[in-house]
Nanobody, 117 residues
Framework: QVLLVESGGGLVQAGGSLRLSCAAS????????MGWFRQAPGKEREFVAINWSGDITNYATSVRGRFTISRDNVKRTLDLQMTSLQPEDTAIYFCAAQKSDGRWDYWGQGTQVTVSS
């Protein structure tokens, strides 16, 4: 089993920055695709960024150039550096891990990010 715990959320003014961190426990962390997703009230969950491996990543167009996803296989953490935050980025951010069958079955509890205008 995999346990994921997010931290780093908070309140920030537009244009500011936040760094989210996801601590993972469980086997085969370095081999497991990891990602950040977010969900705003009344909206569907959407993917933000995925780290498929050490240096292979994918970003939503809305955050590309502003957010950076990174993985530390020694510390077993997944980070999301967010810059130039806008009110539209306000959401609960979740860390997730993909099983070998392709399903995103492991999720953290989420951390709230609120960006004021």
């Amino acid at each position: 089993q995999v346990l994921l715990v997010e931290s780093g959320g908070g309140l920030v003014q537009a244009g500011g920055s936040l760094r989210l961190s996801c601590a993972a426990s469980g086997p085969t962390f370095s081999e497991m695709p990891m990602g950040w997703f977010r969900q705003a009230p009344g909206k569907e969950r959407e993917f933000v960024a995925i780290n498929w491996s050490g240096d292979i990543t994918n970003y939503a167009t809305s955050v590309r150039g502003r957010f950076t996803i990174s993985r530390d296989n020694v510390k077993r953490t997944l980070d999301l550096q967010m810059t130039s935050l806008q009110p539209e980025d306000t959401a609960i951010y979740f860390c997730a891990a993909q099983k070998s069958d392709g399903r995103w079955d492991y999720w953290g509890q989420g951390t709230q990010v609120t960006v004021s205008s």
